[in-house]
């Protein structure tokens, strides 16, 4: 069974930076499609990242190209997003999510992507104020 742990949210003001971690256990690290979305309350959830462990394949949201890296560790069967310059609208929900089937890492479009991911963590709080 897939399990999913994010660490390191938290409250910041604009202009700064976090790191987001996600532990990845119960299936072989190098075979994920795994990525984070993120939703703020009363919004549908979003996709901000997403990273295939095998090739190091990429892609991101609109909101995070050019400020979020997503990023992998082997060697902890981690994935990290280095979020920069950070926005008051960055504020939200962050959860890691993953999926093992079949397919790409991105079909489509952001939503119907979010729809494959049937591994999710319980997520980490970003708040950044202005």
């Known amino acids: 069974q897939v399990q999913l742990v994010e660490s390191g949210g938290g409250s910041v003001q604009a202009g700064g930076s976090l790191r987001l971690s996600c532990v990845a256990s119960g299936y072989p690290f190098s075979r994920y499609c795994l990525g984070w979305f993120r939703q703020a309350p009363g919004k549908e959830r979003e996709g901000v990242a997403l990273?295939?462990?095998?090739?190091?394949?990429?892609t991101y949201g609109d909101s995070a190209k050019g400020r979020f890296t997503i990023s992998q560790d082997n060697a902890k069967n981690t994935v990290y997003l280095q979020m920069n310059r950070l926005k008051p609208e960055d504020t939200a929900m962050y959860y890691c999510?993953?999926?093992?089937?079949?397919?790409?890492?991105?079909?489509?479009?952001?939503?119907?992507?979010?729809?494959?991911?049937?591994?999710w963590g319980q997520g980490t709080q970003v708040t950044v104020s202005s």
């Open positions: 990273i295939h462990t095998g090739n190091g394949w990429t």
């Open positions: 999510a993953a999926h093992t089937g079949p397919y790409g890492c991105f079909v489509d479009s952001w939503s119907r992507s979010r729809e494959k991911y049937k591994y």
